[in-house]
């Protein structure tokens, strides 16, 4: 079982910025894609960002593409989002998420993940 929690998420106004971390235990951290997604109040959940097991290919979505910048520090068992230029349509739940599969090159879709952590509100207020 892999325990995923994020943290670092607030109010903040537009044009701010702010840095979301997932802390990973339960298994080997290292060998796994991650991913982080959200959740705007009423939509469906969405892609944001997906990170590679070894941190080498990131793929990000058109909307946050040049804003945002996904890491992670394997050493930490931690995966970070940077989100700079934050904008009211950024106002979401977000949730990190962690690949089943070994060695991905990471995914975009949420059915490619197993795990998922219970999420942290962000708020961009105009």
């Known amino acids: 079982q892999v325990q995923l929690v994020e943290s670092g998420g607030g109010l903040v106004q537009a044009g701010g910025s702010l840095r979301l971390s997932c802390a990973a235990s339960g298994r080997t951290f290292s060998g796994y894609a991650m991913g982080w997604f959200r959740q705007p109040p009423g939509k469906k959940r969405e892609f944001v960002a997906t990170i590679s097991w070894n941190g080498v290919s990131t793929s990000y979505a058109d909307s946050v593409k040049g804003r945002f910048t996904i890491s992670r520090d394997n050493a930490k068992n931690t995966v970070y989002l940077q989100m700079n230029s934050l904008k009211p349509e950024d106002t979401a739940v977000y949730h990190c998420?962690?690949?089943?599969?070994?060695?991905?090159?990471?995914?975009?879709?949420?059915?490619?993940?197993?795990?998922w952590g219970q999420g942290t509100q962000v708020t961009v207020s105009s």
């Open positions: 998420a962690a690949a089943g599969r070994t060695y991905g090159l990471g995914y975009k879709r949420t059915t490619d993940y197993e795990y």
